[in-house]
């Protein structure tokens, strides 16, 4: 029985019109998003900007996610920052707060040696949540390679991984070198890392198309391939977008498009010039099977 399972929506950080975070359309769309079936929910991650919150509206924007989940659904928290001091505080406050478990990334300031990568997460495990480590070796340094994962493992509550390689290869590994569980970090891979033994999906196009996310995964999951199929190739235009450095405008507009409309995006991170967003909402309404509206 895997402890994350399901589709876990890396949430976007709602921002009103002069970028400050809004707290109340932060609860009212994590509870649109449990109302329409995810399983989880996990503020604190890249998708989320937490890179660009103060201290104090990184410890609100976790604790309005909790009370919006109110123990619906589990909610994991990205502790992701500079130093293993600052991540091991972060992972205590999530922890303190109500959280069901961590994302966690290696050391991410530069290129760590293998005993440092194990201390980083030997002091994550030591908070006493469940975690799951996240490997992204292309915005990141480190590879979590599937024999280093093998040793990560060993620490008590280092559960799974969070797979963002593009390798759906990695999961097979993973599962036989291992005793984590994998949950897929990547949009365009959701339907084949399910039926490759993925037991979650870490997903970005669901924070506007929930509904069609969780069908996706849970096809995956089942191993029915002809529905899956079709719907993943009208999803997989969207997904495309999160694997892309302009991930967070893409999904925030989409998410517009769905009727949930988050706000803007922080500095340095602009809009989108108008040809890209017209290609999202021609890539949404395709998903959608609806006519582009002028």
Same mark, same amino acid.
């Given at each position: 029985?895997?402890?994350?399972?399901?589709?876990?929506?890396?949430?976007?950080?709602?921002?009103?019109? %002069?970028?400050?975070?809004?707290? !109340?359309?932060? !609860?009212?769309?994590?509870?649109?998003?449990?109302?329409?079936?995810?399983?989880?929910?996990?503020?604190?991650?890249?998708? *989320?900007?937490?890179?660009?919150?103060?201290?104090?509206?990184?410890?609100?924007?976790?604790?309005?996610?909790?009370?919006?989940?109110?123990?619906?659904? $589990?909610?994991?928290?990205?502790?992701? #920052?500079?130093?293993?001091?600052?991540?091991?505080?972060?992972?205590?406050?999530?922890?303190?707060?109500?959280?069901?478990? +961590?994302?966690?990334?290696?050391?991410?300031?530069? %290129?760590?040696?293998?005993?440092?990568?194990? &201390?980083?997460?030997?002091?994550?495990?030591?908070?006493? +949540?469940?975690?799951? #480590?996240?490997? %992204?070796?292309?915005?990141? $340094?480190?590879?979590?390679? $599937?024999?280093?994962?093998?040793?990560?493992?060993?620490?008590?509550?280092?559960?799974?991984?969070?797979?963002?390689? *593009?390798?759906?290869? =990695?999961?097979?590994?993973?599962?036989?070198?291992?005793? +984590?569980?994998?949950?897929?970090?990547?949009?365009?891979?959701?339907?084949?890392?399910?039926? @490759?033994?993925?037991?979650?999906?870490? @997903?970005?196009?669901?924070?506007?198309?929930?509904?069609?996310?969780?069908?996706?995964?849970?096809?995956?999951?089942?191993?029915?391939?002809?529905? *899956?199929?079709?719907?993943? =190739?009208? +999803?997989? $235009?969207?997904?495309?977008?999160?694997?892309?450095?302009?991930?967070?405008?893409?999904?925030?507009?989409? &998410?517009?498009?769905?009727?949930?409309?988050?706000?803007?995006? =922080?500095?340095?991170?602009?809009?989108?010039?108008?040809?890209?967003? #017209?290609?999202?909402?021609?890539?949404?309404?395709?998903?959608?099977?609806?006519?582009?509206?002028?």
């Amino acid at each position: 029985m895997a402890y994350f399972d399901g589709v876990y929506v890396a949430l976007i950080t709602p921002f009103d019109e %002069n970028q400050e975070v809004d707290y !109340q359309r932060l !609860q009212t769309f994590c509870k649109w998003l449990i109302d329409q079936g995810v399983d989880g929910l996990i503020p604190g991650g890249s998708l *989320g900007e937490y890179a660009t919150l103060e201290e104090t509206e990184r410890v609100k924007v976790v604790e309005t996610v909790i009370e919006a989940a109110a123990g619906r659904v $589990p909610v994991m928290v990205g502790t992701g #920052a500079p130093s293993t001091r600052q991540v091991t505080k972060w992972a205590r406050h999530a922890k303190d707060a109500g959280a069901a478990g +961590l994302m966690a990334l290696p050391p991410i300031n530069y %290129n760590p040696m293998k005993h440092e990568i194990l &201390a980083h997460y030997e002091a994550l495990s030591d908070v006493g +949540l469940p975690v799951i #480590a996240y490997n %992204n070796p292309h915005d990141y $340094p480190t590879d979590l390679t $599937p024999d280093l994962l093998k040793e990560i493992g060993q620490f008590e509550n280092i559960v799974g991984v969070k797979e963002f390689s *593009g390798d759906v290869r =990695r999961v097979h590994d993973i599962l036989e070198k291992t005793n +984590l569980e994998v949950m897929i970090g990547v949009d365009d891979l959701a339907f084949e890392g399910a039926l @490759s033994g993925a037991t979650g999906w870490i @997903s970005g196009v669901p924070n506007a198309l929930p509904v069609e996310g969780c069908e996706l995964f849970h096809y995956g999951r089942k191993g029915e391939i002809d529905k *899956g199929l079709a719907l993943y =190739r009208k +999803l997989l $235009p969207l997904f495309h977008y999160d694997a892309n450095p302009q991930l967070v405008q893409s999904i925030k507009y989409m &998410a517009k498009l769905a009727g949930q409309d988050c706000g803007p995006t =922080r500095p340095p991170r602009l809009p989108l010039p108008d040809d890209y967003y #017209a290609s999202i909402k021609a890539d949404f309404h395709y998903a959608k099977g609806t006519a582009i509206s002028q």
